[in-house]
């Protein structure tokens, strides 16, 4: 499975691992340019900003906290590449963004063992995941990764906590 990936990766490498290529549409328009500018701000202040400025004034940080993902947790990485590890921030925020389907992709592979337990259904099921239009959205809409990181891991937590009342109180406070 680890080579399909790894192969789907260098099949789109224009995309996925060449620096000065921008991501297209919403990523680049929205996300990527708050990312940079959290990136700039905490690697020159040491801290996440408080306020993003901007030609008309700006805005308070902590909304965009939830409608541009700014500390989503794939972001991390980005930021920590960025500012502790000096890669160029184009670069950083698409190993952020396959870090986020990965996370995914392993999601989908504990899903589909657990329901027909099989390693060799989870695999499928990743591989399923990886080549479906969902993941794929990520290149150029990360928000519908935010919407789509956590789904099969509630999921594969359902189904393994059966029988387990504790465990479902705490799918419910989700």
Known sequence: ????????????????????LLLPRDNARHHFPL???????????????????????????????NNFLMIAPWRWLGYLLAVGFSVPPEMAYKLSLLFGMSVVLLGFY???????????????????????????????????????LYVP??????????GDRTNLILLSAL
């Open 1 to 20: 499975m680890l080579c399909f990936i790894a192969g789907w990766v260098l099949y789109y490498a224009k995309v996925t691992l060449e620096p000065s």
């Open 35 to 65: 990312f940079l500018y959290t990136v700039r701000h905490w690697s020159l202040l040491n801290t996440l900003p408080d306020w993003i400025y901007t030609q008309r004034g700006g805005i308070w940080f902590a909304p965009l906290c």
């Open 110 to 148: 504990f899903l589909g063992k657990e329901l027909f337990k099989s390693a060799w259904v989870g695999a499928l099921f990743a591989i399923l995941g990886l080549c479906s239009a969902v993941l794929l959205t990520a290149f150029h809409q990360e928000q519908s990764l935010g919407t789509l």
């Open 153 to 162: 891991f509630l999921w594969w937590t359902l189904l393994r906590s059966r």
